[in-house]
Structure formats: C-alpha cells, structure tokens
C-alpha cells in the first residue's frame, strides 16, 4: 500500500515538473527574442552631391545608439557607406566633406557653374578623350587618408558595392578585395569619371542598374531601411537648366524609375525619401544647405527605427 502511494506520488511530483517545463520553454524562447536587437540592414543610394544627405541619416543612427548588420551602397551611397564601416561616425563625415568643399579637390562644384566655352573647355575635351570628364584619382586619394580600411576585410561593417558592367549592362555585387577601385567604379558616372576595369568586365556607376541596392540585403535582416537621394526637379527651380544639367538630371530621371519598379516589386521595411531638389549633381560645397535640406527626411527615419527598435517589434 505504501509502495502505491509512494508511487502515485512520484507520479504526481514528474507530471508538475514536465508542466512547469512546457511552460517555461515557451517563456523562455520569448526572453531570449526580447533580449535581441532586430538587425538592421541599411541601402544607401546613389543621388551625386544629395547624397551629402546620407550624413543626416547615419547621424539618426548614432543619435539611436543603433549600428546597421551591413550596408548595401551605390555610388555616393557606397561612399558613404565605406566610410561609416571604415569606422567614421556621421559627425565625422560631415567634416570630410567640409574640408573636401573648401579644398582644391572640390573643382567638381564649380564644374556646373561653368560655361563650356570658358576656361574650362579645355579640360573637357582633353579628359573626354579618355572617355571621362573628370580624373577621380584625387579624391579616393583625399577618403583614403580618412580611413585605414584598405579592403572590405578591414571594414568594421559588412558592406556591399554596387557597379555595372558596361558591355552585358548587369549590376555586379563587389563585396571583397581592394576597397577604393570598388568605390571608384560605383561612382563612374557615364560621361563624368572613367569607366573601372574589373577583370573581363569594365564597371560604370552602380544608378544604372540598381541605384537603391534594399533588395541585397532582404531576407537577410530583421528590418531593411533604405535611403533614396535619387533627386527631383521642380518648376521654378532658381536656375534654367544647362547642357551638362540637363544630361545628369536624365540620369536620375532613369534612376527613379528603376527605384519605383523595385518598390513596387517589394518594397523596404523603412523607405525614406530624401527632398534633394534644387541640388545639383556637383554641389558638394553646398553641405549645409543639404543637411538643412534633409531635417524632414532625418526626423522621419528617427520616428520609424525608433518604432522598429524595440525587440519587440522585429519581425
């Protein structure tokens, strides 16, 4: 008889033990996806001189205390990008793009203010016969004194290049080896700077094939953001455009219109929209009034990581 209470009593003390265990993986399943942040995926896209913007939305995320998993960038935005994974806060961006647009390196924001007949004739017909305006040798140079990251290993920041093959018109992913031909080649505006040798394939400016890179990064982190600086025009806008104006504003005309079609297909987790009109495609020297510019743009991110920050909220 007491073999059979002791029994039944054994019984009673594994079923409470097993009941207390069914409940408490649940629980504890759900303190361990608390107690991670959602990684955070950030695109960067190519706009010229509005991409001076990314500085304002980098900054949100040091204001946040937040760090991107990688970052996806096109053009500017991979400079951008390759200098914030180089280890550079947002503050310290905008004071190399302060010292570039007061320095001798800054010609390419005089270069729209300029009439091809002027003085500067001369330089377009000499580069343009070797396919580029402009040499774009000294300001990788003046970023390289920037950072130590010399290769996409050293990046603090898993971060991804985007180019164009000029002869099959494909975008190609550049995600190692040396870190500053791999910038020059997402920034090789057609007309502008020199197209890049990469093996069998010659790299024109990642905007012609995939000018906000958000879809590398889906799938792969808890929220996508990406940050459109592709430019608008407006009616009115202070000055009539001119030829080279004309040429680099159907630039973005064609970089917007390939941004919609992949928003339509599947859109980002946060999609920020950058107000960049009246910027011209050379306006470095004009960082303040872009920063100014981009306030709006800024305080929308905020709200939305802000909403996506806690744990609880990650998908």
Known sequence: MQAERARAGLGALCAVVLLNLAFAAPVQALDARQARAPSIGLALGSGGA???????MLGVFDEL?????????TSIGAVMGALYAGGLDA????????????????MLSGLLEADVGDGIAGLLQTDL???????????LEFLGGKIEARTFAELDIELAVVATDYWSGEMRVIRE???FP??????????????????????????????????LLQGRYDVVVAVDVSGSRRRGDAQEPGMLDVLFKSFEIMQGSLISQRLADHSPDIYIKVD???VRLLDFNRIDEVL?????????????????KSPESSP
């Open 292 to 308: 100014r510019q981009a306030r709006p743009a800024a305080e929308e991110l905020r709200r939305k990581l802000d909403a996506h």
């Open 177 to 179: 080896g040396e870190l």
């Open 91 to 106: 503050a310290e961006i905008r004071a190399v793009f302060e010292e570039f647009g007061g320095s001798r390196l800054d």
């Open 276 to 278: 960049t009109s009246g």
């Open 129 to 139: 016969i070797n396919g580029a305006v402009l040499d774009i040798d000294g300001f």
């Open 65 to 73: 205390g937040l760090k991107p998993a990688a970052i996806a960038g």
């Open 182 to 215: 791999a910038l020059a080649a997402s920034m090789a505006v057609p007309g502008l700077f020199a197209p890049v040798q990469r093996g069998d394939d010659l790299l024109i400016d990642g905007g012609t094939s995939n000018p906000l890179p958000f879809d």
């Open 50 to 56: 509005g991409g001076l913007a990314h500085i304002a």
